[in-house]
């Protein structure tokens, strides 16, 4: 079969490599799989776990093609939850499967998804809705790290949340933040193309901060400062930012890797005890809950999705990522 592999930083090539046999699960014809800030990552030779040479991709969707698992049929139309936890340890015991430290993902002790062909366990798949494209399906994983991050009382009711960068994921926390009830959303980005699509969806507050003043912003619109801060960039001016835009005793949501160390001033999270809240992925209930909304479309994934293109595009559209082309959600369909 035809994968994108990455044979050393900054260079993939689609080859034949071997077709997976799964021994007891299911086995998929990949549909849509979407590129995100991790597989540049990885591309770009920084990743801590993807290593080249590495099959790239875990956002993924397709079709049922042998199954030796009576939850699915041959035909069944399918999207992966792209972790494998040993269920076993005292964190998977203690309900955060995510955390695991044994857990495999695509990239990382199971090949990437961007590939013709892909086995897995049918405890990591959830059906698509009859009416949900393969498009829609790929954009579950997205969602549900958005999910996640804005879960467990991070965002409620309520709340006014700040979103610090704009892209496919800063957008998807300000659409589950305003489903989870937010009273004000303000997302900050520098792109214009970013900005207008936020635009488009119905975020009233999007800020330019190079320029508006973001503390003024928030302040016009809080008064206080903001309940909850969500860093969707891995800037490194944002944590300053975010401990600068909380209110006292207000939420600061880290999701980015960054790509050093920071050197931020900690005193305001001291004088104003902030709480600084990491988060990572997803547990299984969170995929779910990210699959309803797109299954039911609570949240439309559909204006997410810039475009789907061929495999063999893999290596020039990482390239354009990485000049920053215009884009939310760029997706490869395998067969093509």
């Known amino acids: 079969m035809r994968a994108a592999v990455l044979q050393e930083p900054r260079h993939v090539a689609v080859v034949d490599v071997p077709e997976p046999v799964p021994a007891d699960g299911v086995l998929l014809r990949m549909r849509a799989v979407g590129l995100c800030g991790s597989d540049l990552h990885t591309w770009r030779g920084h990743h801590p776990f993807r290593k080249p040479p590495v099959v790239l991709g875990h956002e993924g969707a397709g079709e049922v093609v042998s199954s030796a698992d009576p939850a699915f049929n041959v035909g069944d139309r399918v999207a992966v939850l792209p972790a494998l936890s040993c269920w076993e340890c005292r964190r998977c015991e203690a309900g955060h499967p995510h955390l695991c430290a044994a857990k495999r993902v695509p990239g990382g002790g199971w090949p990437g998804m961007l590939s013709e062909y892909f086995a897995a366990p049918a405890r990591v798949l ?134 050093g160390p920071l050197s931020v001033d900690l005193n305001p999270a001291v004088l104003k005890e902030i709480t600084i809240q990491g988060s990572t992925i997803y547990t299984p209930a969170d995929f779910h809950a990210a699959a309803r909304l797109i299954n039911t479309r609570t949240l439309d994934a559909r204006p997410y999705i810039t475009e789907v293109v061929p495999l063999e595009r893999t290596p020039a559209i990482l390239t354009a990522l990485d000049t920053g082309t215009d884009h939310l959600k760029i997706q490869i369909d395998p067969t093509r």
Not at 132 to 152: K, R
Not at 184 to 195: A, C, F, G, H
Not at 200 to 222: F, I, K, M, N, Y
Not at 247 to 252: A, D, K, L, S, T
Request: with cysteine; glycine share 12%; proline share 5%.
């Open 126 to 259: 959830v059906p698509l809705a009859d009416e949900i494209g393969y498009d829609e399906g790929a954009l579950i994983e997205p969602l549900a790290v958005a999910w996640h991050c804005t879960s467990g009382g991070a965002v409620m009711a309520g709340d006014s949340v700040a979103v610090l960068g704009g892209g496919p994921i800063g957008s998807l926390v300000a659409a589950v933040s305003r489903i989870r009830g937010a009273s004000t959303v303000l997302v900050s980005d520098v792109k214009s193309y970013n900005r207008e699509f936020l635009g488009r969806q119905g975020v009233s507050q999007v800020v330019d901060p190079s320029e508006a003043d973001l503390l003024d912003t928030g302040a016009a619109l809080t008064g206080d400062g903001f309940d909850v801060v969500v860093v969707a960039s891995g800037h490194p001016s944002c944590l300053a930012e975010a401990l600068a835009l909380a209110r006292p005793r207000g939420r600061v949501v880290l999701l980015p890797m960054f790509s």
